[in-house]
């Protein structure tokens, strides 16, 4: 059988090992920092919807809605997306995982190391064609 009970949990979906520099790992990727800057601002643009300077978990999962459509589309749909359940369990644990000072919403530091968060992991699906083994 393919169950694997209790043992291996799947890799969630913005999981990010704790040892994994963030901003080595976009510069590995070839992302600049007025790219990732750029990115953040857009982001949170998009994301505040109230304009009160804070990401709630609505606001959240509505961010993260666009990020797994955009991927799925640059993927030709062959990303499978979380279900309602692992979608919600995904934004608590992000919102719990982010916000740093306990408040129940993030701030724009705490956001837009989610924002770095999705770039990374954008960026690492697409591959470009016989770019796979090279250096």
């Not at 070839?30 to 919807?49: L, M, Y």
């Not at 797994?68 to 992000?94: C, F, M, T």
């Amino acid at each position: 059988a393919n169950e694997t009970k209790g043992q291996a949990a799947p890799r969630k979906l913005m999981e990010i090992p704790a040892e994994v520099d963030i901003d080595k790992a976009l510069e590995a990727l070839g992302i600049t920092e007025s790219q990732i800057a750029e990115a953040c601002k857009v982001a949170w643009q998009e994301t505040d919807n109230d304009n009160n300077g804070y990401i709630d978990k609505q606001e959240l999962g509505e961010c993260l809605d666009r990020v797994l459509s955009q991927i799925q589309q640059n993927q030709k749909n062959l990303v499978e997306l979380p279900d309602k359940k692992a979608r919600e369990q995904g934004i608590e644990d992000a919102m719990r995982d982010l916000d740093k000072n306990g408040n129940g919403q993030l701030e724009k530091e705490e956001f837009f190391v989610f924002v770095k968060m999705m770039l990374i992991m954008v960026k690492s699906l697409v591959v470009p064609t016989g770019a796979a083994n090279g250096s």
